[in-house]
């Protein structure tokens, strides 16, 4: 099954900047997927990105707070821009694994905002 | 290197049996472990786990900790075509935060 390297694996930043989270899969993948999850919650979805088309974005999300970039079939970035408390969480990048059936996940990015 | 193994990595069944799905977990820092059911979009959450021997249930589902043998079971009992899923497990770690186990397809058939 594919294998993600998620990046960074935790960061505390402050009010109003931006960070950028980076998923690399170790082979060709037609679908990644962004995810929240807040303490013992759903998993959230954030936006699914195909590679040579913009995000589909979820109800709640936009683009211009959580731009994405998918610019080849291994690897994505999702920003949290200007961000806020509210922004804490984990975030997770996922992959559709087409030989198992199933998903494949990221390690997730441990976000604190002060 | 942290892992997690899910086995069957599919099942088919009738309404109305049981199931069991397994998870298994090479670890360090164990934090707690986590059952979601995935159909369409984001996964579900159905339990966190972090003591051993606790049984936590919703309904027909139930789940419990072996910290020891280090593995969790997902029983759902009576099914239907309803519970038909991937359901994953995943391990948050301390300092690491998650791995994911690759998911257990379950298809309910009528």
């Known amino acids: 099954s594919a294998v993600i390297s998620q990046k960074p694996s935790r960061d505390i930043c402050q009010r109003g900047t931006s960070l950028t989270i980076q998923c690399q899969v170790d082979?060709?993948?037609?679908?990644m997927f962004w995810y929240r999850q807040q303490p013992g919650q759903s998993l959230t979805l954030i936006a699914t990105?195909?590679?040579?088309?913009?995000?589909?974005?979820e109800s709640g999300f936009v683009i211009d707070k959580f731009p994405i970039s998918r610019p080849n079939l291994t690897f994505s970035t999702l920003t949290v821009s200007n961000m806020s408390p509210e922004d804490s969480s984990i975030y997770l990048c996922?992959?559709?694994?087409?030989?198992?059936?199933?998903?494949?996940f990221g390690s997730g990015t441990r976000l604190t905002v002060v | 290197e942290d892992k997690v193994v899910q086995s069957p990595l599919s099942l088919v069944v009738h309404e109305g049996d049981t199931v069991t799905l397994n998870c298994s977990y090479e670890?360090?820092?164990?934090?707690?472990l986590l059952w979601y059911k995935q159909e369409k979009k984001a996964p579900t959450f159905l339990f966190m786990l972090?003591?051993?021997?606790i049984e936590k249930k919703s309904g027909r589902l139930s789940s419990i900790l072996d910290k020891k043998e280090l593995f969790s079971i997902l029983n759902i009992t009576a099914t239907q075509t309803g519970d038909s899923a991937v359901y994953l497990c995943?391990?948050?770690?301390?300092?690491?935060?998650?791995?994911f186990g690759p998911g257990t397809r379950l298809s309910v058939l009528p």
């Open positions: 995943a391990v948050l770690f301390y300092g690491q935060n998650f791995v």
């Open positions: 996922s992959v559709e694994d087409d030989e198992n059936y199933g998903y494949t």
């Open positions: 082979s060709q993948v037609t679908m």
């Open positions: 972090t003591s051993s021997g």
């Open positions: 990105a195909n590679q040579g088309s913009e995000a589909t974005y």
């Open positions: 670890v360090t820092n164990f934090r707690s």
